[in-house]
């Protein structure tokens, strides 16, 4: 059996959040209900596929998300191999 505790809590100087999933649009329900992600974050990184999934609104939403925690974020683009023009996807 592990015996291992908690000493310490650190206070969190930032957190990544964002609206509870399943409130929006429903009665009753707490619209500005906050769900943690992550916290105390120097950088973000949203990692995208160049592949066929990849999605230019989901990504600005991250990029919103991020922005509005008042994080830095860095984007990072993957399977540059599986796309006809890689280069024009630049940001």
Request: charged share 20%; with cysteine.
């Amino acid at each position: 059996m592990n015996d291992k505790v908690i000493s310490t809590v650190l206070p969190r100087k930032n957190t990544l959040s964002r609206g509870a999933a399943g409130t929006r649009g429903k009665q009753g329900s707490q619209p500005n209900k906050e769900q943690i992600i992550a916290a105390n974050l120097d950088t973000v990184f949203i990692v995208c596929g160049l592949d066929q999934n990849f999605n230019m609104p989901r990504l600005e939403r991250y990029l919103t998300l991020v922005y509005n925690c008042g994080l830095t974020p860095s984007i990072i683009l993957t399977k540059a191999d599986l796309h006809q023009d890689p280069e024009n996807q630049r940001l």
